[in-house]
T-cell receptor, first 117, second 111 residues
Framework: GAVVSQHPSRVICKSGTSVKIECRSL??????MFWYRQFPKQSLMLMAT?????????EQGVEKDKFLINHASLTLSTLTVTSAHPEDSSFYIC?????????????FGPGTRLTVL | LAKTTQPISMDSYEGQEVNITCSHN???????ITWYQQFPSQGPRFIIQ???TKVTNEVASLFIPADRKSSTLSLPRVSLSDTAVYYC????????????FGRGTSLIVHP
């Protein structure tokens, strides 16, 4: 099956610093990728839709200037959490359907655990 | 976007069959039903997808009645490793579909 990777898997940073999370589709092209955030014991909350070659679409309540998304190629999307604060500590997950494939079948990355001290 | 409703939690024992039902009363004609499994601290994993009647793969079966207002994920002979959260999603397969997760069902399999 298709594989999506995320890097890093875990990051600890100080408050006020910026953190970049990479999401890669390893064996397929993805014109669209989705970024989610998941707090403990809660469901996945969609943050934004990342579109290759164009601006990301953010969900209501998600600050686009704080969560910068770049989708520069058909296999890579990055999420940068700028000026991170402890409340940004969460599990960040990306997903992607195959380009031209069904959006119902999403391939998810393993997630990135962000801890802001 | 069709809203889904699932039981918050279920308990079972090893070797039993588990059926998790999802309600989606306002499912649209073009919508498919997709189930995902998520283990703690991992990304969700696609389990099965269907449109109507019954779909079976090596992991699970999906039963969808004629009115498509609900669906049931069936896990045969569960083991401890099936302890996870199971999510039901409904949407069309096109590029306008935004996969949105509900609360899911937390399944705990006991020895």
């Amino acid at each position: 099956g298709a594989v999506v990777s995320q890097h890093p898997s875990r990051v600890i940073c100080k408050s006020g610093t910026s953190v970049k999370i990479e999401c890669r589709s390893l064996d397929f092209q993805a014109t669209t990728m989705f970024w989610y955030r998941q707090f403990p014991k809660q469901s996945l909350m969609l943050m934004a839709t990342s579109n290759e070659g164009s601006k990301a679409t953010y969900e209501q309540g998600v600050e686009k200037d704080k969560f910068l998304i770049n989708h520069a190629s058909l296999t890579l999307s990055t999420l940068t959490v700028t000026s991170a604060h402890p409340e940004d500590s969460s599990f960040y997950i990306c997903s992607a359907p195959m380009a031209g494939g069904s959006y119902n079948e999403q391939f998810f990355g393993p997630g990135t655990r962000l801890t802001v001290l | 976007l069709a809203k889904t409703t699932q039981p918050i939690s279920m308990d079972s024992y090893e070797g039993q069959e588990v059926n998790i039902t999802c309600s989606h009363n306002n499912i649209a004609t073009n919508d498919y039903i997709t189930w995902y499994q998520q283990f703690p601290s991992q990304g969700p994993r696609f389990i099965i997808q269907g449109y109507k009647t019954k779909v079976t793969n090596e992991v699970a079966s999906l039963f969808i009645p004629a009115d498509r207002k609900s669906s049931t994920l069936s896990l045969p002979r569960v083991s401890l490793s099936d302890t996870a959260v199971y999510y039901c999603l409904v949407g069309d397969s096109g590029g306008s579909y935004i996969p949105t997760f509900g609360r899911g069902t937390s399944l705990i399999v006991h020895p």
